[in-house]
């Protein structure tokens, strides 16, 4: 069934010289049939050759950033299924036949690999931050993976194709999961496992820096896609804040009919029209926000579904 789709495997890399080797020739038996392609993103070591000695089409995106090289191998490479997977060996790549069969069987936009930790492939920071994020993820945005920032995913060519890949660096994960979830694209998740990386091979996440470029990353999509809760969370706190500023002076005012502190007052009056202002704002910017999410619902429909002709008679695959 595998072999009337074209597959193609998308690694991105830099400084991957140790492990892409095995990693295109892991790939390249799991899945024969598939297109390797390895983009290079200014890797200093020897990572372009060993990847061309391994067999894969080798390409290069000048911008540092995972986030570019994502949006340049999703621009360029034309398939109906895509790999998208790490260059650092931690993915498991028998793991990619199934969970293309689960994409096909199930007409699915997207199968994310949950990561399942072998010893020492995880250090405590990443873990516990993942768990973090994971779960900020599913309380603004809907409960659909619980490895919401998992590299490891198989995708259709509509998702690729309406997917509009904004971020620059690791965030690019976080964007991909709430771009399914806010359209409500049909996916699931996999176990498979992730293995320690080799000797001589680093992480390039950095736990304190990206982990604070993901919280960004969530505040803005937050703010893009949930305005309403977006400023109505700020018009709520910033009433709050006028309530309790304004507190003796009622009091005062109750027991002497007297505003004594003017500062205060005029304070407290211009914390409740930001309140006003930022609730106004989020009503209208939510009507945007729906307006918006109904064009990306319209670029995702347009496209043809898995193993669709976009020109062939409804019922012919």
């Not at 621009?75 to 299924?81: L, T, Y």
């Not at 690729?160 to 904004?166: D, I």
């Not at 820096?209 to 999509?221: E, M, N």
């Amino acid at each position: 069934m595998l072999g009337e789709f074209a597959v193609a495997v998308l690694i991105p890399c830099h400084n991957e010289a140790m492990a892409i080797g095995d990693v295109v020739a892991n790939f390249r038996r799991a899945l024969p049939h598939a297109r390797i392609y390895v983009y290079d993103n200014n890797s200093t070591d020897a990572t372009v050759a060993e990847a061309r000695r391994s067999g894969a089409e080798v390409r290069s995106e000048p911008r540092r950033g995972k986030g570019h090289v994502v949006r340049r191998m999703f621009a360029d490479v034309d398939a109906d299924i895509y790999v998208l997977a790490d260059g650092d060996g931690t993915y498991a790549p028998e793991a990619a036949p199934e969970m293309i069969s689960r994409l096909v069987a199930d007409d699915l936009d997207m199968m994310v690999a949950a990561r399942r930790s072998l010893p020492g492939a995880e250090r405590f920071g990443h873990r516990w931050g993942n768990r973090l994020f994971n779960a900020v993820i599913i309380a603004l945005f809907g409960n659909g993976f619980s490895d919401a920032f998992s590299g490891y995913r198989v995708l259709s060519r509509r998702f690729v194709k309406s997917f509009p890949a904004l971020s620059t660096g690791f965030e690019i994960e976080t964007e991909m999961t709430v771009h399914a979830l806010e359209l409500r694209m049909p996916a699931l998740e996999l176990p498979a496992d992730y293995h320690p990386r080799g000797a001589g091979s680093a992480s390039k996440l950095r736990t304190i820096p990206d982990g604070l470029r993901i919280l960004w990353a969530i505040v803005q999509l937050c703010r893009e896609i949930r305005p309403f809760g977006f400023y109505g969370l700020l018009a709520l706190v910033l009433i709050l804040l006028a309530l309790v500023l304004s507190y003796p002076l009622f009091v005062t005012y109750l027991q002497t009919g007297l505003v004594p502190r003017f500062p205060t007052a005029i304070l407290v009056t211009g914390i409740g029209v930001l309140a006003f202002v930022s609730l106004t704002c989020g009503l209208i910017l939510d009507s945007v926000a729906r307006g918006r999410r109904e064009v990306k619902r319209l670029i995702y429909l347009a496209l043809p579904p898995l193993g669709r002709n976009a020109n062939a008679p409804e019922g012919r695959h």
